[in-house]
């Protein structure tokens, strides 16, 4: 799975971890010193700058079904730091290459019992991640979430997308259809 340079790397970091007590520290090639204790998140030694963000839904989406992949329309940015958010595309563009744990969340409404609800990851345009999510009744709302890490370049970007067997509704909704990004 790792190959022995990075079965080292981690070994390093692990045995930092240990000495200094920190246990939510990536495993990778960041080193400690770029890691601010205080808040216990990634911060760029070059810039000190945090790299997250997070943006939701404030309008609904229309999933015309038939498993028609559509991008979720994120309207409102709650958020953003040390990385670009695309107000017009509804995406995430990477400033500082690494690796991205990135969170999404759909809420599905006017549902059909019984059929699958899908969301996914885009990056660069291309599918990397869905989960699917089968309804547990008629006209319920069914909330999928996703998680992956990524590695991502520069101008390289993150976008959420949704598809159904039935057409449905994407609800806007800040707490439950968003798309979140942090470098670690």
């Known amino acids: 799975?790792?190959?022995p340079q990075q079965q080292s790397d981690i070994e390093q970091i692990?045995?930092?971890?240990?000495?200094?007590?920190?246990?939510?520290?990536?495993?990778?090639?960041?080193?400690?010193?770029?890691?601010?204790?205080?808040?216990?998140?990634?911060?760029?030694?070059?810039?000190?700058v945090s790299i997250y963000g997070r943006s939701h839904a404030s309008g609904s989406t229309s999933v015309s079904g038939g498993y028609s992949a559509i991008k979720v329309t994120l309207a409102a940015?709650?958020?953003v730091s040390g990385i670009t958010w695309d107000a017009v595309n509804y995406r995430f563009t990477c400033l500082k290459a690494g690796t991205y744990l990135v969170c999404g969340s759909i809420s599905f409404y006017n549902t059909t019992d019984g059929d699958p609800y899908v969301i996914m990851f885009y990056?660069?345009?291309s599918e990397v991640t869905e989960c699917r999510q089968t309804a547990g009744g008629t006209s319920v709302l069914t909330m999928p979430n996703i998680t992956d890490v990524m590695e991502l370049n520069v101008g390289d970007y993150v976008e959420l997308w949704a598809m159904s067997l039935p057409?449905?509704?994407v609800l806007s909704s800040a707490i439950s259809t968003f798309l979140s990004i942090a470098k670690i």
């Open 77 to 79: 940015n709650d958020f």
């Open 123 to 125: 990056k660069n345009g």
């Open 1 to 3: 799975m790792f190959n």
């Open 167 to 169: 057409s449905s509704t």
């Open 14 to 48: 692990v045995r930092q971890m240990l000495a200094t007590g920190i246990t939510d520290k990536k495993v990778g090639d960041t080193p400690l010193e770029d890691y601010d204790l205080t808040n216990k998140k990634y911060v760029d030694a070059n810039s000190g």
